[in-house]
């Protein structure tokens, strides 16, 4: 492995994230659905049978570290790339020696952070090399790399998620940090109980974030008798916010979704940007609440207004494209247009509706009318026999029973007359006094 060193190398001292970096598999903390013992990401490191790979996660997670652990275990050549000083120049002089290694059966890895700042050009520089097997290339990145890596290098690489570390590795990391040498294992500091809590919800599942936030804690804390003191309000301090109460798997974390999805419906937007507020400063993943806001513009608009199903969705898009802080706002927005909406809760009526009827009545045929006669067979048997093409009439109409026999003339879609549900009412209405009109429901 090959290692630079700066003039100024090992005078300057290192932040505590960088000195706390593991070095094996074993010392990373989370995702263990891609490092626990018998996974493919493992074996293929530990094998040192490493092929090209993107890792695609938030920041913190583990990305940079992973392939700091591959240049530690790997018997390659490892060379790191920076999207905001690599050049096409430079990347060419590296290709060409990764050539010139691969003749005397040397492998090269290639490590390139935030793979997504590469231009195109720059990318499509380093495609010849991975398909001809003379550099493995590994990109980490925080955008997804369906949409900001060239796709012709996507399919050459294998794509590892990792998720955000919860609440408990942060914690184990943080104490860690605190025993470790590397750490402040050769000090005496000393915490006050639910300091390393604060900072663990804080982080939102950033490890760098964890150790930069108790980092600093250190150096704010109190020297009392020969060890540092390092209290609630000194965290507060570092973290310029109270630490909120929240548990992200116990009561107050449905009594605050509960909040917030009531607020919503009782169209009140102050009390929903509130108690969104509490849950996203608490260190909520943002992604649920986008989940939860989705199924509201669904369950609680509906027709009323079909923008809010579209408006929802985006505001997801970009929860998972950009994360916290910056996606606060779209919540907000999203938030907001929700308890403004006029309100329709007859999609999940309907749907109850109809699922009671599915679930007591899960052998009833589908009507031959309405089945795919896609054989002779099939059409000599009455499939589709019977069946009218709308498109082909003149109204775009068809008194055709669509429903079981044991069903026929039920409703479940009951429109209101809220916002825009009241034209879809209105063309209900009419659809039904048209089949009444021309035909007996057969």
Same mark, same amino acid.
């Given at each position: 492995?090959?290692?630079? !060193? ?14 706390? &970096?593991?070095?094996?598999?074993? $010392? ?11 996974? =493919? ?12 790979? !993107? ?11 992973? @392939? ?9 050549? +490892? ?32 490590? =390139? ?15 010849? +090399? ?25 399919? &050459?690489?294998?794509? +590892? ?8 590795? /942060? ?8 025993? %470790? ?48 003191? =390092?209290? /609630? ?9 109270? %630490? ?50 989705? &199924? +509201?513009?669904?369950? $609680? ?6 923008? @809010? ?12 494209? /950009?994360?916290?802080?910056?996606? %606060? ?16 809760? @007859?999609?999940? =009526? ?7 009827? @599915? ?54 879609? /009951? ?14 209405? %009419? ?12």
């Amino acid at each position: 492995m090959k290692e630079q !060193i700066t003039f100024f190398g090992h005078d300057i001292p290192q932040p505590l994230a960088s000195r706390m &970096r593991p070095r094996a598999i074993d $010392d990373i903390v989370g995702q263990e659905h891609l490092l626990g013992r018998e996974r =493919v990401l493992r074996r293929m490191i530990e094998q040192d049978r490493v092929t090209s790979m !993107i890792f695609w996660g938030p920041p913190g997670v583990g990305k940079t570290t992973l @392939a700091s652990v591959i240049a530690h275990q790997t018997k390659a050549e +490892f060379i790191e790339f920076s999207a905001v000083t690599s050049g096409i120049k430079e990347i060419k002089d590296v290709m060409r020696q990764a050539d010139e290694n691969r003749k005397f059966g040397e492998k090269t890895i290639v490590f =390139v952070d935030e793979i997504h700042r590469f231009n195109k050009a720059q990318q499509d520089a380093f495609l010849p +090399f991975v398909e001809k097997g003379s550099i493995v290339l590994i990109g980490a990145t925080t955008e997804n790399p369906s949409f900001e890596v060239n796709g012709a290098l996507l399919s &050459r690489c294998k794509v +590892f998620v990792l998720k955000p570390l919860s609440k408990e590795d /942060i914690r184990k990391l943080l104490e860690r940090a605190v025993g %470790s040498p590397e750490g402040f294992g050769k000090q005496p500091v000393e915490f006050e109980d639910g300091a390393l809590d604060i900072i663990a919800a804080f982080a939102n599942g950033d490890a760098r974030t964890a150790l930069s936030t108790l980092e600093m804690a250190v150096l704010n804390g109190d020297m009392v008798e020969g060890r540092t003191l =390092v209290t /609630i309000r000194d965290v507060e301090q570092c973290t310029s916010k109270k %630490s909120l109460l929240y548990d992200k798997n116990g009561e107050e974390h449905y009594n605050l979704i509960s909040a917030l999805h009531k607020s919503m419906r009782n169209s009140d937007p102050d009390a929903a940007v509130y108690w969104l507020a509490r849950m996203l400063e608490a260190g909520e993943d943002p992604i649920y609440v986008a989940r939860r806001v989705t &199924r +509201f513009a669904s369950e $609680d608009v509906g027709l009323a207004d079909p923008r @809010a199903l579209e408006l929802a969705v985006a505001a997801f898009q970009a929860c998972h494209l /950009i994360g916290m802080p910056e996606c %606060s706002v779209h919540l907000t927005q999203a938030v907001v247009y929700m308890s403004l909406a006029p309100k329709s809760n @007859a999609m999940e =009526v309907a749907y109850n509706m109809a699922k009671e009827d @599915a679930v007591k009545q899960l052998a009833e045929p589908v009507p031959l009318n309405i089945r795919n006669g896609v054989t002779k067979l099939m059409r000599d048997i009455g499939y589709g026999k019977g069946y009218v093409y709308a498109h082909d009439t003149e109204d775009k109409l068809s008194d055709m029973q669509c429903l079981p026999d044991s069903l026929k003339d039920r409703e479940y879609y /009951i429109p209101t007359e809220q916002g825009v549900e009241g034209r879809f009412k209105q063309r209900l209405e %009419s659809i039904k006094a048209w089949k009444r009109e021309h035909g007996n429901n057969k």
